[in-house]
Every structure is written in structure tokens, then in C-alpha cells.
């Protein structure tokens, strides 16, 4: 059974860093794209980064390119979201997902509609 479970938030201050993970089960993390995507109060849900490990690709979207990056462990089966520079508009709940179609980050990028598998989400806020 695929499951995905996310750990790292918390409150952090304006100009800090998080790390977040993504932690995966029942499938081996190569196989698929693993995207992270983040909800605040209010907000649809935004597609942030994508990895791929069959092509190498990734994707960021404009609102954290230059600020997250995403990379992952295979030995712990984890993909890892690293935010900076995080500011009160980064507050949200933050989730990973996969697509278990086998389809990379060129094809799916941010996309919502493209993943079939989500975990339940870490709160990120970022207050003073």
C-alpha cells in the first residue's frame, strides 16, 4: 500500500528555514515522481517542487525558485523539501504526493489533477 507521511513544520520566523520531509512506504521512491504542494487558509492547493528519479528532472515553481530545494534519500526512502528566506506568505500546510503512472516532473510538474497518492500534511507557519 503506498503511504507518504510528512514531518518537519512548525513556526518559524520571517527569514528562516525549514526542512521538511516525506517519508514513503509501499513503493520503491525511485519509481515515481514525488511533488510537494501546499494549502494556506483560504488558498486551492499550489504545486511548490516535483523530483524525478527516472529522468532527473525538477521542477519549482515561480514562488520558491531560488528559496526551496528539493532532493531526497534513498536509503531512508525520503524525498526532503529545504525552505529559506520563508516568509509569512509561505504559511500554509504543506503536503507530498506521488503519481504512481510512472509520468515525471517534465509532464506533471505543479499539477494537482496528476497525482494519485497524497500524505495528510505538516503545518509551516511563519509568524514573528
Known amino acids: 500500500q503506498v503511504q507518504l507521511v510528512e514531518s518537519g513544520g512548525g513556526l518559524v520566523q520571517p527569514g528562516g528555514s525549514l526542512r521538511l520531509s516525506c517519508a514513503a512506504s509501499?513503493?520503491?521512491?525511485?519509481?515515481?515522481?514525488i511533488g510537494w504542494f501546499r494549502q494556506g487558509p483560504r488558498q486551492e492547493r499550489e504545486g511548490l517542487s516535483c523530483?524525478?528519479?527516472?529522468?532527473?528532472?525538477?521542477y519549482y515553481a515561480d514562488s520558491v525558485k531560488g528559496r526551496f530545494t528539493i532532493s531526497r534519500d534513498n536509503d531512508k526512502n525520503t524525498v526532503y523539501l529545504q525552505m529559506n528566506s520563508l516568509e509569512p506568505e509561505d504559511t500554509a500546510v504543506y503536503y507530498c504526493?506521488?503519481?504512481?503512472?510512472?509520468?515525471?516532473?517534465?509532464?506533471?510538474?505543479?499539477?494537482?489533477?496528476?497525482?494519485?497518492?497524497w500524505g495528510q500534511g505538516t503545518q509551516v507557519t511563519v509568524a514573528s
Open positions: 509501499g513503493f520503491t521512491l525511485g519509481e515515481y515522481a
Open positions: 523530483i524525478s528519479y527516472r529522468d532527473g528532472s525538477i
Open positions: 504526493a506521488t503519481d504512481t503512472s510512472l509520468r515525471t516532473c517534465k509532464i506533471i510538474a505543479g499539477n494537482e489533477g496528476d497525482y494519485d497518492f
